[in-house]
């Protein structure tokens, strides 16, 4: 099975500031992962998928990239309903599987 | 817009079983692909089953493969997970999702989870 390790669990930064979390399969998934935002209380969100595309709605300041083994989530010009968890996960097949998260902190 | 209504969470023993339905709007249901995500408290989410367009094929998380059953009824729009042999590990908030192609592709809409509880 393919697994994702994601870093770091805890991101501290300001409004304004660019952040990077990336994430890492235990084997080549081509471009077939996903990245979700979710707030406390809510439901995650899709805000990029095949490594690099931005769902719809999703701002520009999203951006993903990477392919085979390593990837990226950055958010540039942070705002502050940035403020969320962060998971990957990788679909190349079945069992998916999410990363542990990046929770983003003021 | 897709909406997704999970219902059927409870507080259950150890051993006992739950059968936790998704009701699907909005979309064209038996087009895509289906999965349940869970989400331990304070803990990450979890992949835990899924189920094809026409119901053909599915495929399990090693942790739930033979306790847990999904299906899908799409004269009705409803997808479903059948819980049994519990255990307290698997208390968790459970998302009912649409997948965005009939098999194997991501999640890309969330129902806002049901609450199991597994506890004596």
């Known amino acids: 099975d393919v697994q994702v390790t994601q870093s770091p669990s805890t991101l501290s930064a300001s409004v304004g500031d660019r952040v990077t979390i990336t994430c890492r399969a235990s084997q080549s998934i081509s471009r077939w992962l996903a990245w979700y935002q979710q707030k406390p209380g809510k439901a995650p969100k899709l805000l990029i998928y095949e490594a690099s595309t931005l769902h719809t709605g999703v701002p520009s300041r999203f951006s993903g990239s990477g392919s085979g083994t390593d990837f990226s989530l950055t958010i540039r010009n942070l705002q502050p309903d940035d403020f969320a968890s962060y998971y990957c996960?990788?679909?190349?097949?079945?069992?998916?599987?999410f990363g542990r998260g990046t929770s983003l902190q003021i | 817009e897709a909406q997704l209504l999970e219902s059927g969470g409870d507080l259950v023993q150890p051993g006992g079983s739950l059968r936790l339905s998704c009701a699907a709007s909005?979309?064209?249901?038996?087009?895509?692909?289906m999965s349940w995500v869970r989400q331990a408290p304070g803990k990450g989410l979890e992949w835990v089953a899924a189920?094809?367009?026409?119901?053909?094929?599915?495929f399990y998380a090693e942790s739930v493969r033979g306790r847990f059953a999904i299906s899908r009824d799409n004269t009705k729009n409803m997808v479903y997970l059948q819980m049994t042999s519990l255990r307290a590990e698997d208390t968790a908030l459970y998302y009912c999702?649409?997948?965005?192609?009939?098999?194997?592709?991501?999640?890309?809409?969330w129902g806002q989870g049901v609450q199991v509880s597994v506890s004596s």
């Open positions: 996960q990788h679909y190349v097949r079945y069992p998916y599987s």
């Open positions: 909005g979309f064209n249901f038996d087009a895509y692909a």
């Open positions: 999702a649409k997948e965005s192609a009939p098999w194997g592709k991501m999640i890309d809409s």
């Open positions: 189920i094809s367009d026409v119901a053909d094929i599915t």
